[in-house]
């Protein structure tokens, strides 16, 4: 008995050294340490041309021809931003943007939101051929000429609604609905059937509510999208002043600056009295960061629920 004991004694000293915790403990401390220098760079490499873009439009014109900024301005003025706002065309265009951008994520969402939830019932009998319908209007277009005679044939042209009509359903955030829907028990529908509720009542009090990460990220999509068109005011109202939108009016500075860079004796009709202070570079760099904050502060209340939403449909029941 001795003798097996004796014999066992190395082989379980030499597992017992194998399983030190100071062995296999500098694995993880590699990979946390590679992941965590990972994660600096790409944090790095994604933020500093928003940064960059920042110092620009803090900077002199003049002195950002030059070259070599980084992180901060070597000649700081708000000459750019001056150029921006001088105009005061730029605060009604805000107004209408601010608008545009609100009543067309409302009605976009609870339009699509309301079809996605019909076309997700197995018993409604048309669900399959209007599916069908909306997926092949991802596909096919009709071309801007005749969709800027049907917006003329429904009275639009010059109207606000035709910012906010034409995108009041999308077949993309359509589909990602009806996904997410699939995912809600079938039996929370049945019984609120059971106790008496309507398809309506069913929507409102159940499947929106349960909707709430996907319809977060689908209205941030719609929101943004709304927020930076400018076609649509070029097409359908730029002979009304007071329906253009901001995006609108900062490509006409934009385009305006650089006509002026190119050929000093047009007027740009913003008001730069110092040409050398400001040039299409730190317009450009001013205009991105006015057209990028409203989206900045609205994105950190609806990441929560972001994330969540990106993961629609990974999960089954």
Known sequence: MMKKTQMAGPESTIAISRRRPG?????????????????????????????????????????????GLYLWP?????????????????????????????????LNIFLTTMLAYALSRRNFVFRKPIT??????????????????????LNLINNF?????????????????????????????????????????????????????VLATIALFVAVGAWNSWFDAFLYTSSQQELSTLQYELMKLLSS??????????????GMQNATQVTPISIRAAVTVVASIPILVVYPFMQKYFVVGLNVGSVKE
């Open 23 to 67: 062995s296999r403990g500098l694995e993880p401390f590699v990979f946390s340490t590679l992941n965590t220098i990972f994660m600096i760079i790409l944090v790095i490499v994604t933020l500093y041309p928003f940064l960059n873009t920042i110092v620009v439009s803090f900077n002199a014109g003049n002195d950002t021809i030059r070259g």
């Open 74 to 106: 070597r000649q700081f003025t708000l000459q750019n931003y001056k150029a921006v706002f001088v105009s005061g065309t730029i605060y009604n265009a805000f107004l209408i943007s601010v608008a545009r951008t609100v009543l067309s994520t409302l």
């Open 132 to 153: 069908t319908v909306f997926v092949l209007t991802m596909y096919f277009n009709a071309g801007l000429i005749p969709g800027y005679f049907l917006m003329k044939d």
């Open 161 to 213: 609604f035709v910012y906010v009509l034409p995108s009041m359903i999308s077949a993309f955030n359509l589909i990602v609905i009806r996904t997410y829907i699939y995912t809600i028990p079938e039996s929370l529908v049945e019984s609120a059937k059971i106790d008496g509720a309507g398809d309506f009542k069913i929507f409102w009090r159940i499947i929106l509510p349960l909707c709430k990460p």
């Open 257 to 270: 600056s650089m006509n002026a860079n190119s050929n000093p004796s047009v007027s740009n009709g913003v």
